[in-house]
């Protein structure tokens, strides 16, 4: 945990530096910034619309920038095509559950590969982390639920050796106790890895995450450790206020 | 751990199990000609037992075509118009060289193994169907290099546009010393040995084993890691480019297998009718292996070449009922086959299979022949 207190370290695994992101004629990103330390969870924040995914889809280079530099791991990335940006390491969580359902379990894990064998090397890795998958195995996506659907799809990620892993809203539409499953599913898989995440649930990302980045209207206007903005109400209030109140109503019931 | 993931080991048994249908199939066909002559006493190389042979040898070779059009449109989902294309450049190179290239070869050189068999005619057929190959590949190459970066209805009808330029071309009256322009070659000079007439029993077996081949090298590849990428493509292009794939790759992949065999197909029927004619690469010809592609069931492969032989059959039986109106009836048939069996006869038949399976239990549970059981 040193790591992050010595608030910037001098070269982040990922940093986007004033993007500017079109899509058709809308101009969503109008300047984002963040940077995500090696080894650690970073949150993106901020309400409904205010440009998260497409941040994540511009890194990935799925809605490519038009203005602004993407680094990664010492290489701008940015303006590469998508799977080529993928294959240098980087593993996308979309939101939305999104596996393959005409493909089996394990058909979408083994589709995840980069190099024969990486199933197998990360196998109990992943049915540590979720257990359900093993017994589903050899089932279509189809007939998974909703939350295993999600489990898969970050599961997927997990397979290839990734460097990055781009998490958007894991815990959307799912039952609380896998919402925990989920939160604990992200906390052991940053040992290993690097965690972006965009999460609207206010709780369980100053749980999870060390840093943050608030995105609102398509800019980044705020970053920085988690603690402090826990402690920042004012600073929640103003960018996050809806979306702390929904998530405070949802952990009581 | 978890199960073995790869398929290193592949057991026949697994095979025959799962592929039990089609073995089956296979056969009956197999002992086809052999049971027409026990029953119609007419010789295996005349009569009606030669004309059926006949059929299911137009049959064989339409199923393969079938099968590789499902590749594109079923199991990649490319609605591409043009697949007369590669069909009919498979024939055009088989016919062309067997007319042009193989008696001058022949005159010039003799080719002998050390027994003293003269295999010339062998080499001739053989370069021929290499380069039939070639050329469908080539053709592949171009409609997929072309359409790459379109959608749609745009994409269907580039490929369509690309299959009339071909089809114009095999009509141009500029090359009718070669290609007979709207007659077509006609008389194709194949190897005496493989002559359909005179070894129709022969040519059977070999049309016969183009088709089973045929569908186990398209179902080991429907089945491979590439396989199923294609599908996963299918289903959803920027997931796959999420995770590192290039779905135009594997596009073009999907697109020069398909290409081959419908060209090999293409190949063979010029043999069979010893003729190659410009309706073969004509959009009718299209038009037929989707209707068979869709009476089968679309992305299952078995369900094409019973399109096939549905449409091969059905309309010489029509034929002989209706005469020249025949496409009339043949056609309120597929209306009727698309209303109640949408996603074709094999695809509706397998979403069905639950129901069937469960009805069945049901059944013999009431019988009491068998103890409850819970799956």
């Known amino acids: ?253 | 751990m978890p199960e073995p993931t790869s398929t290193k080991k592949i057991s026949f048994r697994k095979i025959i199990r799962r592929e039990s249908g089609f073995l089956v199939l296979t056969v009956l066909l197999g002992l086809f000609p052999f049971v027409m002559n026990l029953i119609t006493g007419s010789g295996l190389n005349d009569g009606i037992t030669k004309y059926w042979q006949g059929q299911l040898i137009a049959f064989f070779i339409m199923a393969v075509l079938a099968m590789s059009y499902d590749l594109l449109i079923g199991y990649a989902g490319i609605l591409s118009f043009g697949h007369a294309a590669f069909f009919g450049g498979g024939a055009y190179t088989m016919a062309l060289l067997l007319t042009h290239w193989g008696p001058t070869f022949a005159s010039r050189y003799r080719i002998t193994i050390p027994g003293g068999t003269d295999i010339t005619t062998l080499i001739i057929f053989i370069a021929s169907l290499l380069a039939s190959a070639v050329v469908a590949l080539l053709i592949g190459a171009l409609f997929s290099a072309t359409s790459a970066r379109l959608k749609g209805a745009y994409f269907a009808m580039l490929t369509l546009a690309l299959a009339e330029a071909i089809h114009i071309l095999a009509k141009a009256t500029d090359f009718v010393q070669w290609t007979g322009a709207d007659e077509g070659l006609h008389g194709v000079p194949i190897p005496a040995w493989l002559n359909p007439t005179q070894f129709r029993l022969r040519f059977y077996f070999i049309a016969l084993a183009f088709l089973v081949i045929s569908y186990f090298v398209i179902r080991r590849f429907t089945n491979s890691p590439t396989g199923r990428v294609i599908v996963a493509t299918r289903e959803n292009e920027d997931r796959m480019r999420m995770i590192g794939y290039n779905p135009a790759t594997y596009r073009t992949i999907t697109f020069l297998t398909a290409s081959l065999f419908a060209g090999l197909a293409g190949a063979m029927y010029s043999l069979w009718n010893m003729s190659a004619t410009p309706s073969m690469t004509s959009a009718v010809t299209t038009v037929n292996m989707l209707i068979m592609v869709i009476l089968g069931g679309m992305g299952t492969l078995i369900g094409p070449i019973i399109g096939a032989g549905l449409m091969q059959t059905l309309s010489q039986f029509l034929y002989n009922f209706f005469g020249a109106r025949w496409p009339l009836v043949f056609g309120l048939i597929f209306i009727f086959i698309v209303l109640f069996f949408p996603y074709g006869i094999v695809g509706t038949w397998r979403l069905k299979q639950p129901d069937l399976k469960a009805g069945w239990e049901r059944f013999r549970r009431l019988l009491g022949s068998k103890p409850p059981e819970q799956q």
């Open chain 1, 1 to 253: 945990m040193n790591a992050f207190t010595t608030n910037q370290s001098p070269q982040p695994l990922l940093s986007v530096e004033n993007i500017q992101t079109f899509i058709g004629q809308f101009h969503i990103l109008e300047g984002v910034s963040l940077t995500v330390p090696a080894n650690s969870i970073t949150v993106m924040l901020g309400r409904n619309g205010a440009g998260k995914t497409t941040t994540l889809k511009s890194i990935l280079g799925l809605t490519p920038p038009r203005e602004g530099r993407v680094v990664f791991d010492g290489m701008e990335i940015q303006g590469k095509r998508a799977f080529n940006i993928a294959n240098l390491g980087i593993g996308y969580v979309p939101e939305n559950r999104a596996i393959f359902r005409q493909l089996s379990v394990m058909e979408n894990l083994k589709l995840a590969e980069r190099k024969r064998g990486d199933l197998e090397q990360h196998a109990d890795f992943i049915f540590d982390l979720f257990p359900d998958l093993k017994r589903l195995y050899k089932l279509p996506g189809n007939h998974l639920s909703g939350g295993q659907q999600q489990m898969l799809a970050v599961a997927r990620a997990l397979v290839p050796d990734n460097k990055l892993l781009l998490i958007d809203e894991p815990s959307e539409g799912l039952a609380p106790i896998l919402i925990q499953q989920m939160m604990e599913a992200i906390r052991k898989l940053s040992a290993t890895t690097t965690v972006l995440l965009v999460e609207q649930n206010f709780i369980m990302a100053s749980q999870l995450a060390q840093r943050y980045t608030i995105i609102d209207d398509g800019k980044s206007v705020h970053s920085g450790l988690m603690q402090d903005l826990a402690q920042n109400e004012e600073l929640v209030h103003e960018y996050l206020g809806a979306s702390v109140r929904t998530a405070k109503s949802g952990g009581e019931q």
